[in-house]
């Protein structure tokens, strides 16, 4: 009986479901064909918007279709409402449908109409009698889980001849209960009442959303970029929004949610991506990070961009006329220093020729060269290739990551850490730096610790300026007035055009700016991250999440103070999320029984899912074999989980144990990615069911069983290993084994 009722109550979805696939059809086909109309007349007038609207819509919605069919469909939500607000049901999804009327079929969730499907609950039901979400599978209804707000609504409901059944166990649980994938999803469906506040906050300044681990920070934070996108798509498409996270693995973890929602217009970077052209992938060893992360390299960098470039030339000399003329390494010095209180370096380019003119023209004394003037002087220097060469070798254009390549040496980074580094860690930063490739400067040696450096770099450098379109090969800009800025430009573009081959970077820094910056896992960002993201949001506003707790930042005054400065004055709107909705239970009690027990201050959200399986803590005894015990365990989550795996190992047994896994037959075909990488330091990024993790590597990654080896060696590796080891113990979402 009970099955019947479900099967009618799916086959009445099915039908609005399907109604709502035919009208898509036909917004597609009517956006195409109005398109090709519009653009045979050249004229987009009002029909214009419609087709765009359309078009629009159609795109999202096969985006939606093509990432998701086998997982959420496009109609998910509909909520049944007392008959003297509405006696009609309304329907939520992915993306918002008018019929042919125009009279809207499907309410997109963003919308203000939409609110009420996240914000009804028992005590506070807006009206709202039932609520129900459509499962699907593809266009597919398979399921739907309902949820009673108002009882007596219903029977007055009821009364008046409606008839809603109440089918299905509550779709949070379904939803929490599924195996994970090595992806996240989105959970538009699902959104609780507490989560939409924090989506649909107003977009001013900054959004800052706190909540213990599995709260749905991250979820939540990715739902709220396409909130901002649906309310001012104009301003956050042309500003663009930017995501940042801590790792690429990560990055790859997040990446579909926003396509699954419809938006593809957001730029997703880690780390060690946010610098455009940069991608660094290798973290630097706890000490080496520690350093380069304090707000103290700044200086550092501030200092190494002023430095005259290693190996150019000192001295400059040339007869002229009846003079010895000479540019000797006091004068140049004095000419250097008055360049740079001019401003950054490389903008100082167009300024150079005239400033080295300046100070050999002040030694011109002979009757002869005084009487030819300036003018011929001028034109006579800047058509020697010796002076040219000179001007170029000694003031280049500098791009960031050839100045980083200056810090190989040891030497040149005592002199530019004098009093900033202390000298054991000057001597740790440049052993980093001397795999640094000159020939390669961002090649693989560069770490994700390098970037906010590099960023450092490029801001204290500026960019080389460029030269005006109608400036270009314009011949009278060397031949008339030899001192005025145009002809300058010209003489140095001459430079440039000598020297050794320099190519413009992509990008520059003016084009760093966003409309939106959103944080992910922001309790690790280092005062030097801070500096890097800061520079792309000064006129954005801002989402931030992060968990204190979870932080392995050792110096958190200095974190916030950096915080505080990259956010300026912004106004600060705080949201905390309060319910687990990760890990079970009992798997969450252990690891908030482990916070508690080493004093992290840890914010401790409740976990609602019971699995009645406690975590299993396995202890070898002395000369133990770790192996067998690491397979066996492995092998038994691996055989009762259907979804994700996750070894997570001390860093310094990272390959050891990949190669174990390599080796292990039964998992050949869960693990591929370990075969291919036994020989690599870097973590595999497919998409393997059973994959081997550093402490590190698992933040803000879940995945169905943990198995953890060796923790105390987590706990001891690094200054924050013990906030490390509790993110460990709070990845899992159904089983998680120990092994000490
Ligand atoms: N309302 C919800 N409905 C269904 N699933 C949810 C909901 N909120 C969160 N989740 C799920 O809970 C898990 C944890 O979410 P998320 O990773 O965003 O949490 P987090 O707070 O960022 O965690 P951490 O700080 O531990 O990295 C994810 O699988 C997410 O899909």
């Given amino acids: 009986m009970a099955d019947e009722l479900v099967e009618r109550e799916v086959a009445a979805e099915q039908a609005f479901v399907d109604r709502v696939y035919r009208q898509l059809g036909e917004a597609g086909k009517a956006a195409q064909q109005l398109a090709k109309e519009g653009h045979s007349r050249g004229r987009m007038g009002h029909e214009g918007g419609l087709v765009e609207r359309d078009a629009m819509v159609f795109q999202a919605a096969k985006r939606i279709a093509q990432l998701d069919a086998a997982q959420e469909g496009l109609v998910f939500g509909r909520l049944d409402l007392d008959a003297t607000v509405d006696a009609e049901p309304r329907y939520v999804g992915r993306i918002g449908l008018r019929d042919d009327n125009r009279d809207s079929l499907l ?60 089918v299905g166990e509550g779709a949070l649980m379904a939803q929490l209960s599924r195996a994970r994938d090595r992806s996240m999803h989105s959970i538009v469906a699902t959104i609780q009442a507490e989560q939409d506040k924090a989506i649909r906050a107003p977009s001013k300044g900054v959004v800052s959303i706190s909540g213990g681990p599995g709260t749905g920070k991250t979820v939540v934070a990715l739902h709220r970029a396409a909130y901002l996108l649906y309310t001012d798509r104009q301003r956050y498409e042309r500003g ?17 949610v926003l396509p699954s929602l419809g938006e ?59 003079d010895r003329l000479v540019l000797d390494r006091g004068r140049l010095g004095q000419i250097r220093r008055q360049l740079m209180s001019q401003g950054l370096r490389n903008k100082q380019l167009p300024r150079v020729s005239n400033a080295l003119l300046d100070a050999m023209w002040r030694q011109v004394r002979g009757e002869r060269g005084r009487e030819q003037g300036r003018e011929k002087f001028n034109d006579e220097m800047l058509s020697r290739q010796d002076f040219l060469d000179f001007a170029h070798g000694w003031w280049p254009p500098l791009d960031a990551p050839t100045v ?21 860690e000057q001597r740790l930063v440049a052993k980093s730096w001397s795999h640094l490739d000159p020939e390669r400067p961002i090649g693989p040696q560069i770490s994700i610790e390098d970037v906010p450096l590099l960023d450092e770099l490029r801001y204290a450098l500026g960019d080389v300026p460029q030269k005006a379109d ?11 007035g030899a001192v005025n800025v145009q002809e300058l430009i010209t003489a140095s573009d001459r430079e440039f055009a000598t020297g050794p081959a320099w190519r413009a970077p992509v990008s520059s820094i003016e084009d760093d700016g966003y409309a939106h910056v959103l944080i992910d896992e922001a309790q690790d960002l280092t005062p030097m991250q801070w500096r890097m993201v800061g520079r792309r949001g000064r006129t954005a506003s801002w989402t931030i999440v992060g968990d204190p707790a979870q932080s392995s930042w050792p110096a958190p005054a200095e974190a916030a103070a950096a915080r505080a400065a990259a956010l300026e004055r912004k106004q600060l709107h705080e949201f905390h999320l309060s319910t687990n909705y990760r890990n079970s239970a009992e798997i969450y009690a252990h690891a908030a029984a482990y916070a508690e027990r080493v004093g992290l201050g840890a914010d401790l959200p409740d976990a609602v899912r019971r699995t009645g399986e406690e975590p299993k803590e396995v202890v070898l005894p002395a000369g133990g074999d770790l192996e067998s015990a690491t397979r ?24 050891e144990v990949n190669a174990w896994l390599a080796s292990w037959p039964e998992l050949a075909d869960d693990a591929p990615g370990a075969r291919a990488s036994v020989d690599s330091s870097v973590t595999p990024s497919g998409e393997d069911r059973v994959v081997v993790l550093t402490g590190l590597d698992t933040k803000g990654l879940e995945f169905d069983g943990i198995v953890v080896v060796r923790p105390q060696e987590i706990e001891d590796e690094s200054a924050t290993g013990r906030a490390t080891l509790y993110v460990v113990l709070t990845r899992a979402t159904q089983l998680l084994t120990t092994i000490s």
Wanted: charged content about 30%; glycine content about 6%; overall charge negative.
């Fill in 107 to 166: 309410i997109d969730w963003r919308a203000p109409a939409a609110a009420v499907f996240y914000q009804a609950t028992a005590a506070e039901p807006h009206s709202v009698i039932r609520r129900r979400v459509l499962r699907s599978a593809g266009q597919r209804v398979v399921g739907v889980e309902d949820e009673l707000l108002d009882a007596e609504a219903l029977s007055a409901a009821e009364e008046q001849g409606r008839d809603l059944p109440i």
């Fill in 240 to 256: 663009g929004v930017l995501v940042v996270g801590p790792s690429g693995v990560f990055m790859r973890y997040i990446e579909r």
């Fill in 264 to 322: 593809t217009a957001v730029a997703l970077r880690s780390l060690g991506e946010v610098v455009d052209d940069v991608r660094a992938t290798r973290h630097d060893e706890p000490a080496v990070a520690d350093v380069k992360g304090s707000e103290r390299m700044a200086e550092v960098m501030r200092r190494t961009a002023r430095q005259q470039v290693p190996g150019s030339p000192r001295e400059y000399r040339v007869f002229w006329r009846d």
């Fill in 404 to 424: 980083l390549c200056w810090l190989r040496d040891p030497e040149f980074v005592s002199r530019v850490a004098d009093g900033v580094l202390s000298p054991e």
């Fill in 470 to 480: 109608d400036e270009r090969d314009d011949p009278l800009a060397v031949i008339e």
């Fill in 632 to 655: 066996e365990a492995v092998l038994e989550l691996a055989g009762r989980v259907s979804g994700t795996v996750g070894i997570v190992v001390p860093v310094a047994r990272r390959s």
